[in-house]
Nanobody, 127 residues
C-alpha cells in the first residue's frame, strides 16, 4: 500500500494550497481517509477526515473554515484545499487510511492504530 502526498510548498500568509494524496495497493473506496499534520516538537494532529462513502467529514478546530477535504474514488485520491494559511499552519502534512470507520473515530484514534500512513509533504507559511 502506498499513500503519496504532494502539493506542499512555501507560501505567504493568506495564500492557498491544494494537497493531494494518491493511494495505491488498496481498495480505496472502502477506506476512510484523513489529513494530519505534525510540526517540529509537536504531536501529530488531525486536520480533516472523510468517510469511505464521502458523505461525512470531520474538521479539527485548528483549521475549520479554512480547509475542505474531498475525495475522488475514480482517481484513488484524497484532496485537502487549504485557504488563508497562517504561519502556525507550518508542518508536515500526512495522509492516512483506515478501513471503514467513522470520520470522528479516525480523527481521534491512536495514531499507531491507523491502518496506513503515507509520506508527508512540507507546508511552510512565512512572510
Amino acid at each position: 500500500v502506498q499513500l503519496q502526498a504532494s502539493g506542499g510548498g512555501q507560501v505567504h500568509p493568506g495564500d492557498s494550497l491544494r494537497l493531494s494524496c494518491a493511494a495505491s495497493g488498496l481498495t480505496f473506496s472502502r477506506y476512510t481517509m484523513g489529513w494530519f499534520r505534525q510540526a517540529p516538537g509537536k504531536e501529530r494532529e488531525c486536520v480533516a477526515t472523510i468517510t469511505w462513502t464521502g458523505g461525512i467529514t470531520f474538521y479539527a478546530d485548528s483549521m475549520k473554515g479554512r480547509v475542505t477535504i474531498s475525495r475522488d474514488d475514480a482517481e484513488n485520491t484524497v484532496y485537502l484545499q487549504m485557504n488563508s494559511l497562517e504561519p502556525d499552519d507550518t508542518a508536515v502534512y500526512l495522509c492516512a487510511a483506515h478501513l471503514r470507520i467513522t470520520a470522528y473515530t479516525m480523527a481521534t484514534m491512536r495514531r499507531d492504530a491507523m491502518d496506513y500512513w503515507g509520506n508527508g509533504t512540507q507546508v511552510t507559511v512565512s512572510s
